[in-house]
């Protein structure tokens, strides 16, 4: 069974939770950290040790604080979505606004 990394699905999940135009201020420093921010939650997912996450908050910081929220809905692309604020402040992260996910539990659309 092939199993495709989740850098590699996480901008059409993106996109069908967010909108088409949701990619469109990345740049590509901001694709490569997106990246590797979503297989470090997943890294996350399979091992839970928590000085993982501070490699997330690591990561994240390298984004442009505009595009800073895709990373932000991208936890629940491997975890589940109560998990995306726990995890954005145990990586050292400054809370942000983010908009509600079209797929996420409780979403008026």
Not at 6 to 15: I, N, R
Not at 28 to 55: F, G, M, N, S
């Amino acid at each position: 069974m092939k199993i495709t990394p989740p850098c590699k699905t996480v901008l059409p999940w993106l996109k069908a939770n967010l909108g088409k135009g949701c990619l469109a201020p990345l740049t590509t420093v901001d694709r490569l950290a997106l990246a590797a921010a979503v297989e470090i939650v997943q890294l996350y997912a399979v091992t839970q040790h928590p000085e993982i996450v501070k490699a997330f908050g690591l990561i994240v910081r390298q984004m442009q604080k505009s595009t800073q929220e895709l990373a932000y809905h991208a936890i629940a692309h491997c975890l589940d979505w109560h998990n995306r604020p726990r995890f954005w402040a145990a990586a050292g992260l400054e809370p942000i606004p983010v908009r509600m996910c079209k797929y996420e539990p409780d979403c008026p659309i």
